[in-house]
């Protein structure tokens, strides 16, 4: 899987922890910023991984700042874009099985390192369940549609 990666200021130490689990899992990590802890305002890093997601198919992103909260608000504005923000195993997991999520929030000062890396393992190892789901999803699109 590829993965589009990118962080507000806050959130640059966890994104290079989360490229590291990943790229130990395989996956292509593509990393969109920054780099530095410059201040920097995340909607406009949301904006580089939505864009990535949209025009790259079968790809995913993990958006990263304080709380995961505002990049969570800045990726749904997108069409096309389902962004979870989780906090443990059991949102990771569902947000996939469920949601057909394709980007993935996290928050710097939320969570502790060992938790983040079962988020993303839950994430990773997720398969979305389609069947009446994918009805959801689809009512979901069409909101975001008018």
């Keep these: 899987m590829k993965y589009f990666i990118a962080s507000d200021h806050t959130g640059v130490e966890l994104k290079t922890y989360v490229k590291n689990i990943l790229e130990k899992l395989n996956h292509t990590v593509i990393d969109l910023g920054p780099n530095t802890n410059d201040r920097v305002d995340y909607p406009d890093f949301a904006k ?4 990535n ?21 800045s990726a749904n504005k997108f069409k096309g874009i389902r962004a979870a923000l989780c906090h443990n195993q059991y949102s990771a997991k569902m947000a996939i099985e469920h949601n057909n999520a394709n980007i993935l929030c996290l928050g710097q000062r939320v969570n502790a390192y060992a938790m983040i890396e079962e988020i993303i393992l839950s994430w990773n190892n997720a398969k979305f369940q389609e069947g009446r789901h994918t009805n959801r999803i689809a009512k979901i699109d069409n909101i975001t549609n008018k």
């Design 48 to 51: 580089k991984v939505c864009q």
């Design 53 to 73: 997601i949209i025009e790259n198919k079968n790809t995913k992103g993990i958006l990263i700042c304080g709380s995961g909260i505002g990049m969570s608000m």
